[in-house]
């Protein structure tokens, strides 16, 4: 059973360029989260999705960002316009259910580059 | 609001020696507490969690945790340290009434010195 996967691993882009983020959940789980994490900081939660749904998307920023979790394939964290503010670790988890006990299993994560 | 405070962004102890990461929590309902590890380069693994259940939480690879409610703190320990314990650690809570916006902590790098 394969972990959760993000790709890309590493992503170097240019300022004002687009950023997409991939992830592919454990087989089973319905529910994904993104998280931020910058140098020296612990991880910031952005927003949580279940399959075509958003379910809360309080940490994410106003603009330029967007994530979606089709009925099929991966969830996807888009970044528009990309700023250097931008350049961070992305973390993606997933698990099979709600509950606030339940474990998430998090990916390796893509580390964005702004350049 | 919930908030978790780690204290001390570095850490350091001599292989074999105590292991003590501490962790406190701002919560205003009953939380869940969580410890998760980060290898350099990975994701983020379960330690260890806090569900109500024993306030002393054991985990994987000897550490435990224990859940204190007067002091509102949930310090992680493992008596003996391993060069392999070497990574970041991070504190986390969530609230009981649903959901999954888990907070995390900033995080305690530790070091272990041969």
């Known amino acids: 059973n394969a972990g959760v996967m993000q790709n890309p691993r590493h992503l170097v882009r240019r300022r004002g360029q687009e950023a997409r983020l991939r992830c592919s959940p454990m087989?089973?789980?319905?529910?994904v989260y993104w998280y931020r994490q910058l140098p020296e900081e612990g991880l910031k939660f952005m927003v949580y999705?279940?399959?075509?749904?958003?379910?809360?998307e309080s940490g994410m920023p106003k603009e330029r960002f967007s994530a979606e979790f089709p009925k099929e394939g991966p969830s996807i964290l888009r970044i528009q316009q990309v700023v250097r503010g931008d350049s961070a670790a992305y973390f993606c988890?997933?698990?099979?259910?709600?509950?606030?006990?339940?474990?998430?299993?998090f990916g390796q994560g893509t580390r964005l580059t702004v350049v | 609001a919930q908030s978790v405070t780690q204290l001390g962004s570095h850490v350091s102890v001599s292989e074999g020696a105590l292991v003590l990461l501490r962790c406190n929590y701002s919560?205003?309902?009953?939380?869940?507490l969580f410890w998760y590890v980060q290898y350099p380069n990975q994701g983020l693994q379960l330690l260890l969690k806090?569900?109500?259940?024993?306030?002393l939480v054991k985990g994987i690879n000897g550490f435990e945790a224990e859940f204190k409610k007067s002091e509102t703190s949930f310090h992680l320990t493992k008596p003996s340290a391993h060069m392999s314990d070497a990574a970041e650690y991070f504190c986390?809570?969530?609230?009981?009434?649903?959901?999954?916006?888990?907070?995390f902590g900033a995080g305690t790098r530790l070091f272990v010195k041969a």
């Open positions: 806090y569900t109500s259940a024993a306030t």
């Open positions: 986390a809570v969530s609230k009981r009434d649903g959901g999954f916006k888990t907070i």
């Open positions: 919560s205003s309902v009953p939380p869940y």
């Open positions: 999705l279940q399959k075509e749904n958003i379910i809360d």
């Open positions: 988890a997933s698990s099979p259910g709600a509950g606030a006990d339940t474990e998430a299993f």
């Open positions: 087989k089973g789980h319905s529910h």
